[in-house]
């Protein structure tokens, strides 16, 4: 199974700040890489696709990067939406797997 | 609008059985692979099978394989999600989903469901 690790576990910004979470795999996945966004108790909402493709309605503060095994997701100018916590996933291979998230909170 | 809406949690004991539903409109449900994903709570996802457009070919994680099966009515737009010889670390909020095509090759998730909840315990 394709092992994926996010850092960093918990992220503190503030309004206004550029974040940057990382995402690797334990093998190659080519630019087979979602980026999620999830709120408590609601459903995950897709922010990213191919390692770099914004889906329809993101706001363009979003953006990833990255190919094979490192990945990024970059926030541009934090706003108080967009604290919740973000997941990687592989989508190369089965099993499908995700990272164990990152938890952005308001410093 | 695309929309998932699952059904069919709820509360059931060690060894029990639950059969998950998730009715889908919006798109034209038998062109698309569906997908199960799960969340533990307070833990993160986990993806837990998936069902090509035909229904001919699926595919599960590990831990489930020979306790679940997933199935389909592409006439009723209709996903299920049979589970058997619950456990209790199979407590967890079931999503639906659908990927971006229909074939085996397809693994792009596109739209979730809000989930359903399952809760084995005594």
């Known amino acids: 199974d394709i092992q994926m690790t996010q850092s960093p576990s918990t992220l503190s910004a503030s309004v206004g700040d550029r974040v940057t979470i990382t995402c690797r795999a334990s093998?190659?996945?080519?630019?087979?890489l979602a980026w999620y966004q999830q709120k408590p108790l609601k459903a995950p909402k897709v922010l990213i696709s191919?390692?770099?493709n914004l889906e329809n309605g993101v706001p363009s503060r979003f953006s990833g990067g990255g190919s094979g095994t490192e990945f990024t997701l970059t926030i541009n100018s934090l706003q108080p939406d967009d604290f919740a916590t973000y997941y990687c996933?592989?989508?190369?291979?089965?099993?499908?797997?995700f990272g164990q998230g990152t938890r952005l909170e308001i410093k | 609008e695309v929309q998932l809406v699952e059904s069919g949690g709820g509360l059931v004991q060690p060894g029990g059985s639950l059969r998950l539903s998730c009715v889908v409109s919006?798109?034209?449900?038998?062109?698309?692979?569906m997908l199960w994903v799960r969340q533990a709570p307070g833990k993160g996802l986990e993806w837990v099978s998936s069902?090509?457009?035909?229904?001919?070919?699926?595919y599960y994680t590990d831990s489930v394989k020979g306790r679940f099966t997933v199935s389909r009515d592409n006439s009723k737009n209709t996903l299920y999600l049979q589970m058997d010889s619950l456990r209790v670390e199979d407590t967890a909020q079931y999503y639906c989903?659908?990927?971006?095509?229909?074939?085996?090759?397809?693994?792009?998730?596109?739209?979730w469901g809000q989930g359903t909840l399952v809760t084995v315990s005594s």
């Open positions: 989903a659908n990927s971006d095509c229909g074939d085996w090759y397809c693994r792009r998730i596109v739209h």
């Open positions: 919006g798109f034209t449900f038998n062109n698309y692979v």
């Open positions: 069902i090509i457009a035909s229904g001919e070919t699926t």
């Open positions: 093998q190659g996945v080519d630019k087979w």
């Open positions: 191919e390692a770099s």
């Open positions: 996933q592989q989508y190369d291979t089965y099993p499908l797997t």
